[in-house]
Structure formats: C-alpha cells, structure tokens
C-alpha cells in the first residue's frame, strides 16, 4: 500500500496569499510552503485514488511521479477521488481534473446534495467529463485492493451549505490493503476524539490526524479573530495527542496546518510525504 500526502495544509495554504503572521512570513522567507489537503493511496501502487481534491490539485498532480499518466494518451493511473467533506479546499481541485477522459467521485449524501445545489460542482463537471458520481458508503472496495471503511466524525456544513440537509458532512476513512493488512486512517477534519473514533483507529498502521490548530485559541490569539479551533470543527493537537499515547502500535502524524499553527517534527507530514513507508 502506498500513502502520499500530495498537500499539509488546511485551506488557504501556508504562506496563505494576504496573511503576514510569523508563521506565514517565515514560511515565505525560507520557502517551506504547505499546499493544501489532498492525499493520494493506492493498493497495488497502480491504481491510485486522491482523498480530496484542493485548489492545487494541477501542480500537486505534476509533482507525482506515481500520478503522472500513459502509456495511452489520456491514461492515467487515477482511479477516482474520495471526498472527506465539502469544503471548498476539498471539492474546488475537482474543477481542475474536468479534462479527465471520465471521473469518478464518491462522496456521502450530504456532501453530494452541497455539491449539487449550493455549490453546483456536479452538474458543472458532468458538462466537462464522463462522470461517474458514487455514494461514500461505510464500505467500499476499489481497485487495486484497496478496503475502504467510512466513520461519520463531524456535522459541520461548509458555509456555503448552511440550509443543505444532512447530517454525514465530516468523515474519517480507514483503507486496508487486503493483500497485506497494511491500514492506513486518514483523519484530516475531526472535531472530537470519540469512543468510535477510538475503535476506528485501533490497530491501524498510520493516522493522519487533524493538525490545523496546535492549540483552541491559537487563531484568536495570532490573528484577533474569533473563533476557537473546536467551534471549527478541529480538535486542537494539545488535545488529541494524550488519545494517541493509549495507541503504541500505530504512527499518528498531523496534517491540514492552518498556516497559523507553527507545529512542527517528526509528527507533521511535508508536502510529499510518504506514509506507511516503513510499515
Ligand atoms: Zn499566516
């Protein structure tokens, strides 16, 4: 099985466009940038599929040896794009795969009814391509042997969605390879460790975990903005690092930084890390 994390940050990236915040301007200054949230898996390392798709999906997509398409000329070895939420920098880089021969999209009902009249996404790309729009169910098996479980974690609407019905808005997904049992949990938008969570993440190889706030006030403490990291819908890492010590068997590593949280080391992914790899 193969994991690479194509984007670290939460929307907006790191430096974000018109933020000069400490961690911004350094990160402008020795060119450490974060893209944002998307992750591409595969099984058999042919077959590949992106968990979400962020506004820089072109240049993250170019970036990926693994992504980069043929023999045919338009083969490519992306297989679909599983959607963890609505968010615009989860959903927005699906405009950007619109040359695509087909496409095939899962996502929950929720998201898919977003996506279908608050944000008219869908109906825009089945202009554009074949598409092929699938239910994220709680099991699902894709190509290359890739066994996918799906836990409702959230219920926050992107604002954009505010009067969509539907309750299944924020999921975790835990793929195994079902060659070797290699598992892998991507958990990029959690808002609260839960005794399911806590199952879900059992006995998994690796968990990318929500890393968008180090701590519940550090948005407000750097920019005077409101708004606490939980009132986000982001458990901050202060708080689901004492979670992970009860779980010595598997590698939890953070991802999605907003680009005011300063995190760093051995537990933070960098654009194009590769996770599992030493599993
Ligand atoms: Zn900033």
Redesign the pocket.
């Known amino acids: 099985m193969r994991v690479r994390v194509l984007g670290s940050a939460a929307g907006g990236g790191?430096?974000?466009w018109n933020?000069a915040?400490p961690?911004?301007q350094d990160a402008r200054r020795t060119g450490r940038h974060r893209s944002q949230d998307t992750v591409a898996v595969s099984g058999d390392g042919t077959a590949w599929y992106l968990l979400n798709a962020g506004p820089d999906i072109r240049t993250q997509i170019l970036g990926t040896p693994e992504l980069a398409p043929g023999p045919g000329l338009r083969e490519t070895p992306l297989r679909g794009v599983l959607l963890t939420t609505a968010e615009l920098d989860h959903t927005l880089g699906l405009l950007s795969l619109r040359e695509a021969v087909r496409l095939s999209v899962y996502a929950t009902p929720a998201v898919s009814a977003a996506l279908e009249t608050a944000f008219p996404l869908r109906p825009m790309l089945a202009s554009y391509t074949e598409l092929h729009w699938n239910e994220l169910t709680d099991h699902l098996v894709l190509d290359g042997g890739l066994d996918v479980r799906r836990l409702t974690v959230g219920a926050k609407r992107p604002r954009y969605a505010a009067g969509v019905a539907g309750d299944d808005w924020v999921s975790a997904l835990r793929l195994t390879d079902t060659r070797t049992g290699a598992s892998f949990v991507h958990a990029t938008c959690l808002p609260a460790w839960t005794a399911a969570f806590d199952g879900f993440v059992a006995g998994a190889g690796e968990v990318l975990l929500d890393g968008t706030f180090g701590t519940d006030d550090e948005l407000t403490r750097t920019t005077g903005r409101p708004g606490s990291a939980r009132s986000m819908g982001h458990l901050p890492i202060v708080e689901s690092r004492p979670h992970t010590a009860r779980h010595p068997g598997t590698r939890f590593r953070y991802g999605h930084l907003n680009?005011?949280n300063p995190a760093a080391g051995d537990d933070v992914v960098a654009d194009g890390s590769e996770l599992l790899a030493d599993r």
């Open positions: 790191s430096p974000q933020c915040c961690v911004c680009n005011t």
